[in-house]
């Protein structure tokens, strides 16, 4: 039987953040070999991974990451099982990495495929479900790009939010960051009344108009007030028409438009854990 040292235990360790004992067993197995020792931990990590497949991975980290240059941004969230392992420093830092390396891709596949030291980032995943315990698994995933980008993420990651605006003008950073939050506190459905889908609009029309009929109303006032109450379903649920959480004097287009005169917002992305 080959020595093991708990040098080489700990350099397995390091590579892939497994237990202590479980990188001893691997490299004893291995008979000290160290590129097949971490090969028998990701095939442990996949038959973990299959055990846990039908789990629920509502727990994790949301994480938005912007580019260097503020025009382009991405939210993922890191999912898992258990309150308890998304709050680990390790696993929040794992988060944050795959995020940087989302930030190259256009969509989950894409990046699922690239390369993370060495492996996939689905096989990286795979090898975490093994060293936790848990399933673990790339959940959210939303880019945004525009003249200016910014990000806000939620105390505990439980919410990461992108926005984008139309211009880099001074104060867009604030504005944005503003904006962020203000998605991630009142959770808009759409953008404005144009990015509203059609059978919400139908729901909520056909919903004004059974209370309305419940207290009585005429049947041929029925469009006319619905239309009415729908126009403060736009007020209340689309971003830019909600009253600013900072000021609910102003709407959050005129907020923007107080940072400066032409500044819009171009669109936003809202990734929630739960």
Not at 48 to 65: N, Q, T, Y
Not at 164 to 169: D, H, K, N, R
């Given at each position: 039987?080959?020595?093991?040292?708990?040098?080489?235990?700990?350099?397995?360790?390091?590579t892939?953040?497994?237990?202590?004992?479980?990188?001893?067993?691997?490299?004893?197995?291995?008979?000290?070999?160290?590129?097949?020792?971490?090969?028998?931990?990701?095939?442990?990590?996949?038959?973990?991974?299959?055990?846990?497949?039908?789990?629920?991975?509502?727990?994790?980290a949301?994480?938005?990451?912007?580019?260097?240059?503020?025009?382009?941004?991405?939210?993922?969230?890191?999912?898992?099982?258990?309150?308890?392992?998304?709050?680990?420093?390790?696993?929040?830092?794992?988060?944050?990495?795959?995020?940087?390396l989302?930030?190259?891709?256009?969509t989950?596949?894409?990046?699922?495929n690239?390369?993370?030291?060495?492996?996939?980032?689905?096989?990286?995943?795979?090898?975490?479900?093994?060293?936790?315990?848990?399933?673990i698994?790339?959940?959210?995933?939303?880019?945004?790009?525009?003249?200016?980008?910014?990000?806000?993420?939620?105390?505990?990651?439980?919410?990461?939010?992108?926005?984008?605006?139309?211009?880099?003008?001074?104060?867009?950073?604030?504005?944005?960051?503003?904006?962020?939050?203000?998605?991630?506190?009142?959770n808009?459905?759409?953008?404005?009344?144009?990015?509203?889908?059609?059978?919400?609009?139908?729901?909520?029309?056909?919903?004004?108009?059974?209370?309305?009929r419940?207290?009585?109303?005429?049947?041929?006032?029925?469009?006319?007030?619905?239309?009415?109450?729908?126009?403060?379903?736009?007020?209340?649920?689309?971003?830019?028409?909600?009253?600013?959480?900072?000021?609910?004097?102003?709407?959050?287009?005129?907020?923007?438009?107080?940072?400066?005169?032409?500044?819009?917002?171009?669109?936003?992305?809202?990734?929630?854990?739960?």
């Amino acid at each position: 039987m080959a020595k093991i040292t708990a040098a080489e235990v700990n350099k397995l360790r390091q590579t892939t953040g497994a237990g202590m004992m479980d990188c001893k067993n691997a490299l004893v197995e291995a008979e000290g070999d160290f590129e097949l020792a971490i090969e028998i931990l990701r095939k442990k990590g996949q038959k973990v991974a299959a055990k846990r497949a039908d789990r629920d991975s509502s727990e994790g980290a949301a994480i938005a990451k912007v580019s260097a240059d503020n025009t382009s941004g991405v939210i993922i969230s890191l999912n898992c099982e258990t309150d308890f392992v998304a709050k680990n420093d390790t696993f929040v830092a794992l988060a944050n990495a795959l995020a940087d390396l989302a930030l190259n891709f256009d969509t989950k596949e894409a990046f699922l495929n690239a390369d993370y030291k060495g492996i996939s980032v689905q096989d990286k995943l795979t090898e975490q479900t093994g060293v936790i315990g848990e399933k673990i698994e790339i959940g959210g995933f939303s880019r945004l790009s525009a003249p200016f980008v910014g990000s806000y993420i939620h105390a505990g990651n439980k919410i990461a939010t992108l926005v984008g605006l139309s211009a880099a003008v001074d104060g867009a950073d604030v504005a944005a960051k503003d904006v962020a939050m203000q998605a991630a506190a009142m959770n808009p459905v759409a953008l404005n009344e144009e990015g509203v889908d059609q059978s919400i609009i139908d729901k909520e029309i056909e919903i004004a108009k059974d209370q309305l009929r419940q207290e009585g109303k005429p049947e041929a006032m029925l469009d006319n007030i619905a239309k009415g109450k729908l126009n403060r379903f736009f007020k209340d649920n689309t971003l830019v028409n909600q009253d600013f959480i900072k000021d609910s004097k102003q709407s959050v287009a005129q907020y923007v438009k107080s940072v400066d005169s032409k500044l819009e917002v171009t669109g936003f992305k809202r990734v929630a854990l739960g």
